[in-house]
């Protein structure tokens, strides 16, 4: 389903309930590039997850809760990737506001469908719903609705419907679980996959076609 280079592609990272909370962070990585998408005072945003001070990695687990702060030396970024928390900045690096500027983070790309979310490394391009079409982004939008709790995960069977989108792969089981299986990223370590199932609000709730 996806053409042209990794980096301009979208890929599912999680739901949206992942971000919820405040400091919570999900990460992945888009060949050599790492990524994370962050809770940052009720704000959720995207930046390669890489301190441009000495380009550590901020973040090294693949989701968790905790400021975006870097562990080499300590930088923390706002919303807007800039380094608000300089540890001895008066000493030893002495930015202003503007330097701070030049130093944000590169940001990424974030997309909902639904209470799907979905990342990208490019900062423009086309959207996720342009992507992955009209009637299947209305559909996942559709599904992620009708089944909100998450709970223990099923085997697929062999009679149940497969949907596939960007690095999604949906199990529709028909009496009404959805197992979504997010492989990782070309170049990802497989610490980056996720399986989640989710059941209906209701027994009784209807499926979108």
């Known amino acids: 389903m996806q053409n042209g280079s990794?980096?301009?592609c979208w890929f599912h990272l999680c739901m949206a309930a992942d971000l919820a909370g405040p400091n919570a962070f999900v990460t992945t990585r888009v060949g050599t590039v790492?990524?994370?998408?962050q809770n940052i005072k009720g704000r959720v945003v995207a930046?390669?997850?890489?301190?441009?001070?000495?380009?550590?990695?901020i973040h090294g687990e693949p989701s968790g809760c905790g400021p975006l702060r870097c562990p080499y030396h300590g930088w923390s970024?706002?919303?807007d990737g800039v380094p608000v928390g300089l540890p001895f900045n008066p000493t030893d690096f002495q930015l202003e506001a503007?330097?701070?500027?030049?130093?944000?983070?590169?940001?990424?790309?974030?997309?909902?469908?639904?209470?799907?979310?979905?990342?990208r490394v490019a900062a423009d391009g086309p959207s996720l719903e342009e992507e992955l079409g009209a009637d299947l982004f209305a559909r996942l939008a559709a599904l992620s609705d009708v089944f909100p709790r998450r709970g223990d995960t099923v085997e697929p069977a062999e009679d149940w419907e497969t949907i596939e989108a960007a690095n999604l792969r949906i199990h529709l089981a028909p009496d009404g679980v959805l197992v979504l299986h997010s492989a990782a990223p070309d170049g990802?370590?497989?610490?980056?996959?996720?399986?989640?199932?989710?059941?209906?609000?209701?027994?009784?709730?209807?499926?979108?076609?």
């Open 6 to 8: 990794p980096e301009t």
């Open 34 to 37: 790492p990524l994370v998408a």
């Open 47 to 57: 930046f390669r997850n890489v301190c441009t001070h000495r380009f550590a990695v």
């Open 77 to 79: 970024f706002d919303a």
């Open 98 to 119: 503007e330097g701070r500027r030049r130093l944000a983070l590169h940001p990424a790309s974030l997309a909902r469908c639904g209470r799907l979310v979905f990342i």
């Open 188 to 209: 990802a370590d497989s610490r980056f996959s996720r399986t989640t199932a989710f059941y209906s609000a209701t027994a009784d709730a209807e499926q979108p076609a």
